[in-house]
């Protein structure tokens, strides 16, 4: 497996790991946003009377959850803060980031320096794309079955399909099962909902094979229990590819177009044809930096009968 390699794109870091052209590791993160490592001055804006826990207001114009708080900390005093988890979307809320008190010296390190990463202009061939279908699809097939990964305000369900018998399509899933876990950057609470297995020789036996295939990658997690359900457990610091294409599935979509259109070659402007689903995702300044990049002008076309999901990035001639 390679080191960690790095896009610095627009808009938007992806980091990831490859095995030949298959990646086999990948994490995204938005710039401008607090990131898990993170050290920032805060103010403190309400404490919980009697508890070390409150909000702050990062200076970046983010609230978070801080815990840990010393007797001392009163409302509009400033902290240093360390960022533990950065903020994730979630359905119709947010939820903040949580940080606790620090003494460590104030540091906002990009997500290459914290991963030891090589920053690249492109990944090689083209598995972020396939990997960005996935995340959107929520569905993975493997032979004779599927997984239906849905993350939810709680956690993250994973339904094991298919029309095997159910000893063989249990063990059939945990491949692709902790490939997800990897590729998806998956975090928190995942519920896996397995065949039920009558005999507990044959739950023994998936959870044996579970733990080969998830050596390495830190969890926790339950045997399966006469329901054929497991719970693993992994530190949450950020937002999954799953939970961004549930979530914020339109800037997710934005910034893959900005993507394929700063990886366009030759003349002429840049023209971005989209649906009016995803206006509302636009950001100017991610157009100027896509103009500054390419040193091309950018336009755009809104086109109804587009599918959401498949905007189109191309060059046209100049006029």
């Avoid at 808009?11 to 898990?36: C, F, N, Q, S, Y």
């Avoid at 994730?88 to 990463?117: N, T, V, Y």
């Avoid at 996935?134 to 032979?143: Q, V």
């Avoid at 971005?272 to 500054?292: D, K």
């Amino acid at each position: 497996m390679t080191d960690w390699l790095v896009e610095e794109g627009i808009g938007e870091h992806r980091a990831v790991r490859l095995e030949g052209d298959r990646i086999t590791e990948a994490r995204v993160e938005w710039p401008g946003r607090l990131a898990a490592g993170w050290v920032v001055e805060a103010k403190l804006i309400s404490r919980a009377a009697g508890s070390g826990r409150g909000t702050a207001l990062a200076d970046t114009g983010e609230e978070v959850l801080v815990d840990r708080l010393p007797r001392e900390a009163s409302e509009g005093s400033v902290l240093r803060l360390s960022v533990i988890r950065a903020a994730i979307g979630g359905p119709g809320r947010l939820k903040r980031a949580q940080g606790r008190p620090s003494d460590a010296p104030l540091a906002r390190r990009s997500l290459a320096d914290r991963l030891g990463a090589k920053i690249v202009r492109h990944f090689p061939g083209e598995g972020w794309d396939e990997l960005i279908d996935e995340a959107l699809s929520g569905e993975l097939a493997f032979p004779g079955g599927a997984l239906l990964l849905t993350p939810t305000a709680a956690l993250t369900t994973v339904d094991v399909d298919g029309g095997m018998a159910p000893h063989a399509l249990a063990l059939a899933a945990i491949p692709e099962l902790a490939r997800a876990l990897r590729r998806f950057d998956l975090g928190g609470s995942i519920a896996v909902d397995f065949p039920t297995l009558a005999e507990k020789a044959g739950r023994r036996a998936v959870d044996e094979a579970l733990g080969l295939a998830l050596a390495g990658w830190p969890h926790e997690r339950t045997a399966m229990n006469g329901f054929g359900l497991v719970q693993i457990v992994a530190r949450l610091e950020r937002a999954s590819l799953l939970h961004l294409a549930a979530w914020q599935r339109p800037a997710m979509v934005w910034r893959r177009l900005l993507r394929r259109a700063e990886r366009l070659a030759g003349p002429g402007a840049i023209e971005l044809a989209l649906n009016p689903w995803l206006q509302h995702a636009i950001e100017p300044a991610h157009l100027a930096e896509l103009e500054r990049r390419t040193g091309s002008s950018v336009r755009m076309r809104k086109v109804a009968t587009l599918a959401p999901e498949a905007p189109q990035a191309q060059r046209v001639a100049n006029d």
